[in-house]
């Protein structure tokens, strides 16, 4: 199994910007895909980002399109989701998660295509 702990949380003012990363172990991420989601207090989790096992292929939610930007160093095992432009409604606990092999564009934005899960970070962006 692999084991994922997010860190790079934190409070920002409007229009900051966050470097978010999500560290595994237990496994290399090479043949993962990865996701990063976000929950905000009295909501449900929503996508934020993706990135393909090959790094090939990214997506993002429209509310996030040309602001953040998902990356991948496989040699350090680590994902990293790079947050410009921040704005207030982009507060929420934020999550790191993967899956084996391929990740299929109809479920991308799932959470049950997801297998495991890190424990979060919080940020806040401030006005």
């Known amino acids: 199994q692999v084991h994922l702990v997010e860190s790079g949380g934190g409070l920002v003012q409007a229009g900051g910007s966050l470097r978010l990363s999500c560290a595994a172990s237990g496994r290399t991420i090479t043949t993962y895909a990865m996701g990063w989601f976000r929950q905000a207090p009295g909501k449900e989790r929503e996508f934020v980002s993706a990135i393909s096992w090959s790094g090939g292929s990214t997506y993002y939610a429209d509310s996030v399109k040309g602001r953040f930007t998902i990356s991948r160093d496989n040699a350090k095992n680590t994902v990293y989701l790079q947050m410009n432009s921040l704005k207030p409604e982009d507060t929420a606990v934020y999550y790191c998660?993967?899956?084996?092999?391929?990740?299929?564009?109809?479920?991308?934005?799932?959470?049950?295509?997801?297998?495991?899960w890190g424990q979060g970070t919080q940020v806040t962006v401030s006005s």
């Open positions: 998660a993967a899956v084996e092999g391929a990740l299929y564009i109809t479920t991308v934005q799932a959470t049950y295509s997801y297998d495991y």
